[in-house]
């Protein structure tokens, strides 16, 4: 095999790589935009379109955090309430 050839060959694998690596990009963007959809639809939340000023998917994020957030304190209320319900009152 000639250097020439050689070379086409090693650039046809690169091309491969590289539309390879461009289909996982865009399959990772379509799910992105799927989830913050789907959280739009649960929450009623708008977080935009993408732009220079916008990032829908870090908004939706941020958001989502904000509600585990919120639920974790929620729960560790009922269970702080829970633990003091089941010890009763102090004795004195």
């Known amino acids: 095999m000639t250097e020439s050839e050689k070379t086409h060959v090693k650039l046809l694998h690169e091309e491969a790589a590289h539309y390879k690596t461009l289909g996982q990009r865009d399959y990772a963007h379509q799910l992105l935009d799927d989830m913050t959809q789907a ?49 009763g009152p102090a004795p004195g």
């Not at 939706?60 to 633990?83: C, F, I, P, V």
């Open 39 to 87: 959280l739009q639809d649960l929450t009623g939340e708008y977080f935009g379109e993408h732009s220079s000023d916008n990032d829908p998917w870090e908004l939706a994020l941020d958001h989502l955090q904000q509600m585990a957030d919120k639920h974790h304190r929620s729960n560790a209320k009922l269970t702080d309430g829970e633990s003091a319900s089941r010890s």
